[in-house]
């Protein structure tokens, strides 16, 4: 038997037969999508399961508690092809190799758009798509008008297609909405492993202040660290805050900390690999975004016991926070307020985690995929 600390949701190998799942990944940065396929097939493969993962490069930020099965598609050869019509060459080639190197799998899951434009193609068996974040925010918001109905067309041929999982409900309903003719899709909630945190979280904090807050994203445009700053400055708190990530966007943030005069409070860790001493260690984790997913790193905070504040952006942290966690997305004020608020008194910010985030209940709503998907819809 097969347990997890959160909910006890368990999980009987013995009960189980074997499915061969594949999950196709660009690549294993040290990204949120990316943690999620690794902890799903850690624990698919820990009671039993035979897993694989597909990645277009050789790159791996993020460890696993399993050995898990990695091969490589060298779809850099290919990259030469127009995009419009890739998906349609690549697909068969890709099928192959699958075939190949892991038999025929009871169940593909294909992440992120250059996995999902290839996979719409695919002619496996059962092959779904995991859209991980708000489609209409993370790439219509910012493309221009002309663009835009370009946009949808493509996105409407590519997640028409297949089956997909929306790892929140904000962003099913925003499928949804994008490509009407979506009918077979659901929500499968990402999962956080307790276990590989927790033990994660015992190595040497590299922060060696009494207190700090912190925030765990990348330099770019969509996690909004200028929104966040200009909140901490207007809240006048002492406290330090630590910025861990790299990004496009990093230079002008600590321009930006320079001239709201909160430079020598604000530190700029650079990206690490192993996050969780760091958050462990925080007085609170701050979300900023614009929009999120889910927002995995919220889920891992909490299961650090770590307080949270967050803009209520959509879709993922009303999903997982309540009200008195959240803020509206422009009202620097509000922010300002709450991280007051989080300075004096954390623990009146602590969310339990609850069992919907478990990797156990996720990889049993997985293995209910694991029946033959019906014949694409395109």
């Given amino acids: 038997m097969y347990s997890t600390q959160a909910g006890g949701f368990c999980l009987n190998a013995q009960t189980k037969p074997v499915k061969t799942f594949v999950f196709v990944i660009p690549n294993l940065k040290g990204n949120g999508a990316e943690r999620v396929v690794l902890t799903l097939a850690d624990e698919l493969q820990a009671y039993g399961q035979t897993c694989h993962i597909i990645c277009f490069k050789r790159f791996q930020e993020l ?78 918001a910012t493309a221009k008008p002309a663009k835009q109905s370009e946009l949808r067309s493509m996105l409407a041929s590519i997640y028409a297609r297949k089956s997909c999982i929306a790892v929140s409900r904000g962003v099913l309903e925003d499928l949804q909405q994008l490509v009407p003719q979506q009918k077979q899709a ?49 809240s006048s708190v002492q406290t330090p805050l630590v910025l861990v990530g790299q990004g496009e966007l990093l230079a002008t943030t600590q321009e930006l900390a320079k001239e709201l005069g909160i430079s020598e409070r604000v530190i700029f860790e650079g990206f690490h690999s192993n996050p969780y001493p760091l958050i462990a260690g925080a007085k609170g984790l701050l979300l900023s975004s614009d929009f999120e997913g889910l927002g995995l790193v919220i889920l891992e905070a909490l299961a650090l016991k770590v307080s949270v504040i967050s803009t209520d952006c959509p879709s993922g942290p009303n999903e997982i926070l309540p009200a008195a966690n959240l803020v509206a997305i422009d009202d620097l004020q509000g922010f300002a307020d709450k991280l007051q608020a989080l300075n004096q008194n954390p623990a009146a910010f602590q969310v339990a985690l609850r069992p919907e985030f478990a990797p156990s209940y996720a990889a049993e709503q997985y293995l209910a995929q694991t029946t033959p998907a019906n014949t694409p819809m395109l």
């Fill in 63 to 140: 460890r696993s508690k399993q050995t898990i099965q990695t091969h490589i598609f060298p779809l850099q050869f290919l990259r030469w092809l127009p995009r419009s019509i890739r998906g349609r060459v690549v697909a068969p080639l890709l099928d192959r190799f699958i075939r190949l190197k892991t038999g025929t799998p009871d169940l593909v899951l294909s992440n992120l758009l250059p996995a999902d434009r290839i996979l719409s193609h695919s002619q496996l068996p059962n092959v779904q798509l995991v859209v991980h974040n708000t489609l209409s925010q993370e790439l219509l």
């Fill in 186 to 234: 659901l929500c499968i909630y990402n999962p956080v492993d307790l276990e590989l945190i927790a033990e994660a979280a015992q190595e040497p904090n590299p922060i060696k202040l009494p207190e700090y807050f912190i925030h765990v994203g990348k330099f770019k445009q969509a996690k909004r660290h200028d929104r966040l700053l200009r909140a901490y400055a207007l």
